[in-house]
């Protein structure tokens, strides 16, 4: 494994772990070159994936896509990253295990939106904003109807 802080070509295993789902294995290198330590984590891919998104092109999965979006929704929430990894690990397990190569983005949406809600409401009703591209704050309101989560908290907010 190259050295992401010289780009020395080799690098030294010191320690590796399986994550507490056994889904990865947590590797701590040290760089014989510039003596810096990272991590780096391994994971089985069962088959390359493809994502049809919206606009028709074709674009393959990126997990790391995956963890940002759902960082972006879940910021200054009460997640930790265990939890976000155990999240995005359990969206491309089920995602590999569709046996298609081939998937629309509304699948990979809709999956995230069914994991934020079991995950934290907040978090999901902001995916869920940019996701369903919400314009005015009726829609957060119709949403949170729609969806049973109660806006009277807001409301009594507001009144103060």
């Not at 772990?17 to 003596?35: F, G, K, L, Q």
């Not at 999956?111 to 829609?139: C, G, H, I, N, W």
């Not at 309101?141 to 807001?154: C, P, R, W, Y």
Request: charged share 35%; proline share 5%; with cysteine.
């Amino acid at each position: 494994m190259r050295c992401p802080f010289c780009g020395h070509p080799d690098s030294q295993v010191k320690d590796s772990r399986p994550t507490e789902d056994d889904a990865v294995i947590r590797r701590r290198r040290s760089c014989p070159n510039c003596d810096a330590r990272f991590t780096t984590f391994e994971r089985v891919q069962l088959r390359e994936l493809t994502i049809l998104k919206r606009s028709g092109r074709r674009a393959p999965f990126d997990r790391e896509k995956l963890v940002r979006s759902i960082s972006i929704a879940i910021r200054k929430r009460p997640v930790d990253p265990e939890q976000l990894e155990r999240t995005v690990s359990g969206i491309a397990r089920k995602l590999e295990s569709m046996g298609e190569t081939e998937l629309p983005s509304s699948v990979v949406g809709e999956m995230v939106m069914t994991a934020l809600k079991d995950l934290d409401d907040v978090a999901y009703v902001r995916y869920a904003s940019v996701y369903r591209d919400f314009r005015q704050t009726e829609d957060f309101a119709n949403f949170l109807n729609k969806e049973g989560l109660s806006d009277e908290g807001a409301d009594d907010q507001a009144k103060k």
